[in-house]
């Protein structure tokens, strides 16, 4: 693939704003597995990638580090991925956050006994993010008429679900690092 990279991350990058869903998921997974697979040459990319102006690309890199949160065992790597999600708790968009959470949540739940000396300093940001991502947004819910019914639609709850699994993950992994109190409170609360 060496030969080809440059060619297949132009290719990735001009369709990481796909309108498809579907399409920007393919696009992700890609991106998540040459992330796993070539770190060094992945890292720029990323970088400007989790740093766009456009919702949709920012989105569609959120999301590819799921798919090399697992596989990517490059420090330096990593370090960049978990400050730079950490960073995204400030978009508006609920897509953007839900996958900020999701690359987190993986990131911290298969590389924390390597991450745990550098993420210390970053876990209060993420701590502090999926609080933050707990509550239910009113903004987020809109009525739908079905014929004589109304149903309520929540598109805010992907990313609440997001912040839960990632508050359980810090949890199961970082219980020493983090306000457990504060969690389990807002668990019992809102979740």
Same mark, same amino acid.
């Given at each position: 693939?060496?030969?080809?990279?440059?060619?297949?991350?132009?290719?990735?990058?001009?369709?990481?704003?796909?309108?498809?869903?579907?399409? /920007?998921?393919?696009?992700?997974?890609?991106?998540?597995?040459?992330?796993?697979?070539?770190?060094?040459?992945?890292?720029?990319?990323?970088?400007?990638?989790?740093?766009?102006?456009?919702? =949709?690309?920012?989105?569609? +890199?959120?999301?590819?580090?799921?798919?090399?949160?697992?596989?990517?065992?490059?420090?330096?790597?990593?370090?960049? =991925?978990?400050?730079?999600?950490?960073?995204?708790?400030?978009?508006?968009?609920?897509?953007?956050?839900?996958?900020?959470?999701?690359?987190?949540?993986?990131?911290?739940?298969?590389?924390?006994?390597?991450?745990?000396?550098?993420?210390?300093?970053?876990?209060? /940001?993420?701590?502090?993010?999926?609080?933050?991502?707990?509550?239910? /947004?009113?903004?987020?819910?809109?009525?739908?008429?079905?014929?004589?019914?109304?149903?309520?639609?929540?598109?805010?709850?992907?990313?609440?679900?997001?912040?839960?699994? =990632?508050?359980?993950?810090?949890?199961?992994?970082?219980?020493?690092?983090?306000?457990?109190?504060?969690?389990?409170?807002?668990? +019992?609360?809102?979740?």
């Amino acid at each position: 693939l060496q030969g080809y990279f440059l060619q297949l991350t132009d290719l990735l990058m001009s369709h990481s704003t796909h309108e498809s869903l579907q399409i /920007r998921n393919i696009v992700a997974e890609a991106i998540g597995r040459l992330t796993a697979a070539f770190p060094d040459d992945m890292t720029s990319l990323l970088r400007d990638g989790l740093t766009a102006t456009d919702n =949709l690309m920012l989105a569609t +890199v959120a999301r590819s580090v799921k798919f090399s949160g697992s596989k990517t065992k490059d420090i330096a790597t990593l370090g960049l =991925l978990t400050q730079s999600l950490a960073g995204l708790a400030a978009n508006a968009d609920p897509e953007v956050k839900k996958n900020a959470l999701e690359g987190l949540m993986t990131i911290i739940h298969n590389n924390w006994a390597s991450l745990k000396g550098e993420l210390r300093s970053e876990l209060p /940001r993420i701590e502090a993010f999926a609080l933050q991502e707990t509550a239910i /947004r009113k903004e987020l819910i809109e009525e739908v008429e079905l014929g004589p019914f109304r149903h309520k639609v929540d598109n805010g709850l992907p990313m609440r679900k997001a912040a839960f699994q =990632l508050l359980e993950t810090l949890f199961e992994q970082a219980s020493d690092n983090i306000d457990l109190s504060r969690i389990v409170e807002t668990i +019992v609360r809102t979740g």
